[in-house]
């Protein structure tokens, strides 16, 4: 079975442009979430979907919004980049919901924003 | 959201059993305690998880305190390929949010 594929592996970008990241979840899996990893600031959430809707959101502006397909696949994107944007975005997949669930997570996209 | 607390770095010798500390004195009775261990350029893989009872896997055992305030990550003989960050990291009633803390980092010396 693949495991949760993110593309692009390597994105450069600059200010004040936008960027879609995108995530294919294991097959069968229907929860997906989203992190943003940096050397500051460690692994933070940024959101969750279930069933093509969003379930949770962490402390991040509007800038970032993401949205999750009919077959789970999932996009986030962040509008207007900033430099304190560039980081690993990683995405992880889930069977479903449940607390007991395992996170299955992909090998994420490295972001730079010059 | 409750969060946990590890030591910033752990050494081992190779073959040797490490124990990797958590504090979650915030825990809820329905938390439960999972850890994921990260290796250079890789996205976090999952070891193992546990509600109260210790738990065994191929990978490594988890010890849960009786309060559920603390746990422990046994693994019981380290290898260079363990050399990993390790996250504790609680699942909450809100299911789909997990919270990671700083990890520990684990140097595996031969």
């Known amino acids: 079975k693949a495991g949760v594929t993110q593309t692009p592996r390597y994105l450069i970008k600059t200010r004040g442009q936008q960027v879609t990241l995108s995530c294919s979840p294991i097959?069968?899996?229907?929860?997906v979430s989203w992190y943003q990893q940096t050397p500051g600031q460690g692994l933070q959430f940024l959101f969750e979907?279930?069933?093509?809707?969003?379930?949770n959101k962490g402390n991040f502006p509007g800038r970032f919004s993401g949205r999750q397909f009919s077959n789970s696949r999932s996009e986030m994107n962040v509008s207007t980049l900033e430099l304190g944007d560039s980081a690993l975005y990683l995405c992880?997949?889930?069977?479903?919901?449940?607390?007991?669930?395992?996170?299955?997570f992909g090998s994420g996209t490295q972001l730079s924003v010059l | 959201d409750a969060k946990t607390t590890q030591p910033n770095s752990m050494e081992s010798n190779e073959e040797e059993p490490v124990h990797l500390p958590c504090n979650h004195s915030?825990?809820?009775?329905?938390?439960?305690i999972h850890w994921y261990r990260q290796l250079p350029s890789q996205g976090p893989e999952y070891v193992i998880h546990?509600?109260?009872s210790n738990v065994n896997n191929r990978m490594a055992s988890l010890a849960i305190a009786e309060d559920r305030k603390s746990s422990t990550l046994i693994l019981h003989r380290a290898t260079l390929r363990d050399a990993a960050v390790y996250y504790c990291?609680?699942?909450?009633?809100?299911?789909?949010?997990?919270?990671f803390g700083d990890g520990t980092t684990l140097t595996v010396k031969p």
């Open positions: 992880a997949s889930s069977l479903a919901r449940g607390v007991y669930e395992k996170l299955f």
């Open positions: 097959s069968g899996h229907r929860s």
């Open positions: 979907y279930f069933s093509e809707t969003q379930r």
């Open positions: 915030t825990i809820s009775g329905t938390d439960y």
């Open positions: 546990g509600l109260t």
């Open positions: 990291i609680l699942r909450d009633t809100n299911a789909g949010k997990s919270t």
